[in-house]
């Protein structure tokens, strides 16, 4: 069981557009979600986070925007770069209790020129 | 070390043949979980170890697979008697506690041949 689903699967934008990757859950317990980036041949790293007392965070041209409610959170990329070019992966898991960091599918992006 | 560190980064072995992943976590996290990543998907968790609390190995996908945390650092992933569906890339992570960041390793790329 997918506890994250994520779409799209592969997004293509043009340079200076935004990119939208959106992010679903179904664990009302969740409290911590962060999104990673991933380069080819390198590890995830963490790009930006939210806990879920705030509706939207920014660092930069990367947002998350974060509905509690319909237990949704999006990561917004503005002025896409291709450096941007990646795969990015939106996570979440419980601060507290013996419980693991669960990703969704991840979505390829490729910012085209 | 400053980063969390896997080792051999790359593994060709014979199918049938029982292989041992390593991983160093940053120094002082109480987090540490095993991810697979097949070619071009999404992260598989494995396994999720958190201080002296009993490992969540609901991730673990055949009796092949196990991990131990010696001293609550050092990790080994073991894949017994390899078959070429585990070709894959293991990553390993870190975190200083539950719901925190979580850092990756570079991944540890094995080929079953």
């Known amino acids: 069981q997918q506890q994250v689903k994520q779409s799209p699967q592969s997004l293509i934008v043009q340079k200076g557009g935004i990119s939208i990757i959106n992010c679903a859950y179904e664990?009302?317990?969740?409290?911590?979600f962060p999104w990673y980036q991933q380069f080819p041949g390198k590890g995830p790293a963490l790009l930006i986070a939210?806990?879920?007392?705030?509706s939207e965070k920014k660092e930069g041209r990367f947002t998350i925007s974060f509905n509690k409610s319909a237990k949704q959170f999006s990561l917004h990329i503005m002025d896409s770069q291709p450096g941007d070019s990646a795969t990015y992966f939106c996570?979440?898991?419980?601060?507290?209790?013996?419980?693991?960091?669960?990703f969704g599918t991840g979505t390829r992006l490729t910012v085209i020129p | 070390g400053a980063g969390v560190s896997q080792s051999p980064s790359n593994k060709v072995t014979e199918k049938g043949k029982d292989v041992e992943l390593r991983c160093d976590p940053i120094?002082?996290?109480?987090?540490l979980y095993w991810y697979r990543q097949s070619l071009g998907q999404g992260l598989e968790f494995l396994i999720y170890?958190?201080?002296?609390?009993?490992?969540?190995k609901s991730g673990l996908p055949s009796d092949r697979f196990s991990a131990e945390r010696t001293g609550g650092s050092v990790s080994t992933l073991t894949i017994q008697r390899t078959q070429q569906e585990d070709s894959a890339v293991y990553l390993c992570?870190?975190?200083?506690?539950?719901?925190?960041?979580?850092?990756f390793g570079q991944g540890t790329r094995l080929t079953v041949v």
């Open positions: 170890f958190q201080g002296n609390s009993a490992p969540d």
């Open positions: 939210i806990r879920p007392d705030v």
């Open positions: 992570a870190s975190s200083a506690a539950r719901g925190t960041e979580a850092f």
């Open positions: 996570a979440a898991s419980i601060k507290t209790g013996a419980n693991n960091l669960f």
């Open positions: 120094s002082g996290h109480t987090a």
């Open positions: 664990n009302t317990a969740f409290d911590y």
